[in-house]
């Protein structure tokens, strides 16, 4: 899933990563995979921070974290940055997401994941 916006005559734009239907998925405080998977159903681009367009940055940055039974996220950790630059765009935009809950034996459960986010320019 990509999202383009432009800038100033440049197009940026946000890939992002998810490990839904992978093993990364895995019941909090399990190695277990859940039944069904959380499903986002309310999704946020990271901003692409100024200072990296100025500097022709781009790079990736990885974060897991935790949806709870309700579907809210929680426990959100960069894992891995290119850039710090990345890093507080990406939480925020974790923590403004929405999913379903994983569920299984027929109940939510909490569930860890983690996303790729991918920030890059390309002149126009």
Known sequence: MTFPC???????????????ASPEVRILGSDQPPEIA???VASHTPEYPREAIRAEIGGLATACFTITRK????????V???????????I???????YTPAKHNG???AAQLCRTYRFSLEER
């Open 71 to 78: 579907g809210r996220v929680r426990d959100v950790v960069v």
């Open 92 to 98: 925020k935009a974790i923590r403004k997401s929405r």
């Open 6 to 20: 432009r800038l100033a005559g440049l197009l940026l734009t946000i890939w992002l990563g998810s490990t839904f």
């Open 80 to 90: 891995q940055s290119s850039n710090e630059l990345f890093r507080k765009p990406v």
């Open 107 to 109: 109940k939510p459960v």
């Open 38 to 40: 959380p499903v986002l």
